[in-house]
């Protein structure tokens, strides 16, 4: 399942539904190989986070196919969320078939090797690798992936693996291990891991798919796990769980996503329906109401936070109310809402929503004021030789920054919350000057700018010989004040101008924002 490739099955003729009996709480397993570290990639695992307790195994498959390195605060807090959930998470491991020649060439390690001890050598780097970055967030075990099927020669391809699981359970006792052959294993694997994942391939494949007799016998349905791409519809989804269920998969995943580009960087088109039909119960039951909310205010937003919602199948996002109305969702146990006013009483309240659309009733209502703006009379001027940029800090501030679209191009650079602009590929922060790199939280200094100060008000200069680039003929402004809450002034338009004097830059009225 690695991201070089897909093991696909492939049988011509549509196999009767086996005899087995059905798994009594099948769950899902999701291969989620996508970042954390981009807004869509977050609210991916946001979103699993609350689909307890249908959604049973998370794997997470670093950026390279290989330990997430350095340590990255997402990701650490991606694996946190879900394991603080219950779902088991799991970090990929690459095998290569232990660099066995079955047909297409041996797989080599990223060293260039191809022996079984090279190969073994690198899993075993690889697992304390990931546990000595993430393990003390809630990691719950290890994907094998790429594992060979067949015992070998006098069982030597299963000693192999057998010897990786109990170097992992030496020294993490409790580690869910899973091995990914991607078709159904020999019987010499039974011990060797919790799951198997016994079968990978397509939508038609799955349908001719019968599984061999001893995984159909097997007492323990969660011994096994099967993943189902190009399944096109919502109906045929539901088809592929039926049989699944049928074939004693305890796990499984389908999606509507299909080997080209690749199945496992975005969740499924119909999750929240899978989820349904995964549990296999008709869903009456609403949420338990969301408990504990918090909120943090600054003037123009508020932050707010709650305990999860239970639910008998999955939560699968959250409503959020505002003085009763509502004004938003979120995957997420956190919302922030925007474009408030300063100085302004605001109650919120917060309701669970599941697959089935049941919705909770509202938590106990939260009551914040927001306190009066505190970043004020916000200016900018720019020449063809320099910038200016002003403004009033009314706080002692921790940090005070200046974020600029330079090139006006709001699909390009960091992300301001809701409400603000977008874009901002420029950010001066104390006295220095810094470009976007991205993704996530990542700047890169530029160099010193000159900061003069007088009283609360800060004033920056930006000179062509720093930055070229950060002189367009128009720009986006936004001055932010943060110190564990934020607050942002109002946006400012600037635009190219031959003078910057006293005259062309006139000291800004000093008065609360409007405009809001």
């Known amino acids: 399942m690695g991201r070089a490739g897909v093991v696909v099955t492939t049988v011509a003729a549509l196999a009767p539904a086996p005899a087995s009996a059905a798994p009594p709480h099948q769950k899902t397993a999701v291969p989620a190989y996508w970042s954390p570290t981009t807004p869509d990639g977050l609210t991916g695992f946001r ?3 609350q689909n307890r307790p249908t959604t049973g195994i998370v ?3 670093g950026s390279r196919s290989m330990p997430e390195a350095p340590f990255s605060r997402a990701w650490a807090d991606a694996i946190e969320a879900m394991h603080n959930a219950g779902i088991k998470v799991l970090v990929y491991v690459d095998t290569g078939y232990l660099g066995v020649e079955f047909g297409q060439g041996a797989h080599r390690t990223r060293d260039g090797e191809t022996s079984p001890e090279a190969w073994t050598a690198q899993i075993e780097r690889d697992i304390d690798d990931w546990y000595a970055l993430y393990g003390g967030y809630g990691v719950d075990g290890v994907f094998l992936d790429q594992t060979i099927a067949t015992c070998g020669a006098e069982g030597e391809h299963v000693a192999r693996y057998a010897a990786i699981s109990a170097r992992i359970r030496s020294t993490h006792p409790h580690a869910h291990i899973a091995l990914n052959p991607g078709h159904p294993t020999e019987q010499c694997y039974e011990g060797v891991a919790d799951t198997i994942l016994s079968f990978e391939g397509d939508y038609q494949s799955y349908l001719a798919h019968t599984p061999p007799e001893w995984e159909l016998a097997h007492a323990d349905h969660d011994k096994f796990w099967h993943l189902v791409y190009d399944v096109p519809t919502r109906e045929d989804m539901a088809a592929v769980v039926a049989r699944s269920k049928a074939n004693g998969a305890g796990y499984v995943y389908v999606t509507d996503r299909g080997h080209d580009p690749y199945p496992w960087d975005v969740i499924a088109g119909y999750w929240d329906a899978e989820l349904g039909e995964v549990a296999g119960v008709v869903d009456t039951t609403a949420p338990a109401a969301p408990r504990e909310a918090t909120a943090v205010a600054s003037p123009v937003q508020v932050v707010l936070r709650w305990r ?4 008998n199948v999955a939560v ?11 004004v938003g969702t979120t995957h997420d146990t956190a919302f922030t809402a925007t474009g408030l006013q300063p100085g302004t009483a605001y109650t919120f309240s917060v309701r669970a929503r599941d697959v089935a659309g049941n919705a909770s009733t509202p938590s106990a209502p939260v009551t914040v004021t927001t306190p009066p703006a505190s970043v004020l009379a916000p200016a900018g001027c720019v020449t063809p030789t320099a910038a200016q940029y002003r403004a009033d800090f009314t706080r002692d501030f921790t940090h005070r920054r200046v974020f600029i679209d330079s090139d006006d191009d709001p699909a390009t650079g960091w992300a301001l919350p809701p409400g603000q602009p977008q874009g901002m590929d420029h950010m001066v922060e104390g006295s220095v000057l810094y470009r976007y790199t991205g993704p996530g939280w990542a700047w890169e200094p530029v160099a010193e700018v000159e900061q003069e100060v007088a009283g609360p008000t800060f004033t920056w200069r930006v000179s062509t010989d720093v930055l070229a680039e950060a002189v367009g003929s128009r720009q986006v402004v ?12 109002d946006p400012v ?19 609360a924002r409007g405009g809001r």
């Not at 338009?493 to 008065?511: I, K, L, Q, Y």
């Open 493 to 511: 338009v600037v635009v190219a101008t031959d003078d910057c004097s006293a005259e062309a830059f006139p000291s800004a009225p000093r008065h």
């Open 316 to 326: 699968t996002d959250y409503e959020v109310l505002r003085d009763g109305v509502p």
């Open 47 to 49: 979103r699993l986070a």
């Open 308 to 311: 999860g919602s239970l639910d």
């Open 478 to 489: 936004v001055f932010n004040g943060s110190d564990g809450a934020e607050d942002f002034s």
């Open 59 to 61: 794997v997470v498959n």
